[in-house]
DNA sequence: CTTGACCCCGTAGTTGCTACAGGGTGCATA
DNA sequence: TATGCACCCTGTAGCAACTACGGGGTCAAG
């Protein structure tokens, strides 16, 4: 398949397969005499892989060695849930902290009761850390 | 008071600060005769307010409004509150799907035994996309 | 024979910084 | 007086993970 279909397959911009070929996560494929890229069902796989890990928010250099474990399945797979386990943490920490940050900025928004600038309470909560009830990042 | 003290004062990186001028986010300050930048409390409170911001995940384009309404306390605050509501929207929704990110996640790792990568439920649940419970991005 | 959809490559832009390299300034100490 | 050191200056390049060109080639239909 072209480039064009397998985008359409796996939901990937065009640019995007061809910069995971250019850094290395996608082996480079076969071409056709007028030099198109022919993907298989091995690349569209491979490519699945990195989107969905990439959707889970894996970085580029998790997902190297995550394929680095598929393509070597006699390995052990710790490693793989350990880049999993440190990845879940991660997201963990994420929401707590987008969570603190929810409140205060609910908390600020709150006390706005319209009017001019000078008497904005969102403005005058920004300007002063002070104000805040939760100790955000 | 000089760069470095600024820096201490706001607890922003040097290089940060001197960013922030060139991209217009903070006025020039003077300079000494050694061609030092001078700083002064306004710009202290500037940059406090910028801080403030970006740690609340404001982006430097809605920073720059909100700015531009403190600077102008005539002005209707509509826009502070329209900004940040809409702030608060998208990080309720980064929270929402960072759940169900996490769901995922601790479900993938929980089937996970150890053993070869042949047979690792991390690798395998990466692998396919059918396999999720919650739609995620 | 031309129109349009598709493909190629290479490079530059995005966001919000951070990290040099290569130099100048200012003060204390040997 | 020299010299070491902390601090400051500018300009440019790097980071992640793409995205968006610009300027061209290919190919089937009308």
């Given amino acids: 398949m072209k480039i064009g279909e397998l985008s359409r397959a796996t939901g990937t911009n065009i640019e995007t397969?061809?910069?995971?070929?250019?850094?290395?996560?996608?082996?480079?494929p076969g071409?056709?005499?007028?030099?198109?890229?022919?993907?298989?069902d091995a690349h569209r796989a491979?490519?699945?892989?990195?989107?969905?890990?990439?959707?889970?928010?894996?970085?580029?250099e998790e997902i190297r060695s995550l394929l680095d474990l598929s393509d070597n399945p006699t390995r052990e797979c710790d490693e793989a849930?350990?880049?999993?386990?440190?990845?879940?943490?991660?997201?963990?920490?994420?929401?707590t902290q987008l969570s603190l940050l929810r409140d205060e900025l609910a908390r600020i928004i709150g006390r706005c009761r319209g009017g001019i600038?000078?008497?904005?309470?969102?403005?005058?909560?920004?300007?002063?850390?002070s104000h805040c009830e939760n100790a955000h990042v």
């Fill in 17 to 28: 397969i061809r910069y995971y070929e250019r850094i290395g996560l996608l082996p480079a």
């Fill in 31 to 40: 071409r056709t005499a007028a030099n198109y890229r022919s993907y298989g």
């Fill in 46 to 60: 491979r490519l699945a892989f990195v989107r969905h890990s990439r959707d889970l928010g894996f970085t580029i």
């Fill in 81 to 95: 849930d350990r880049i999993a386990t440190r990845h879940l943490e991660q997201v963990q920490e994420k929401i």
């Fill in 117 to 129: 600038a000078a008497d904005c309470r969102v403005i005058e909560a920004l300007s002063d850390h």
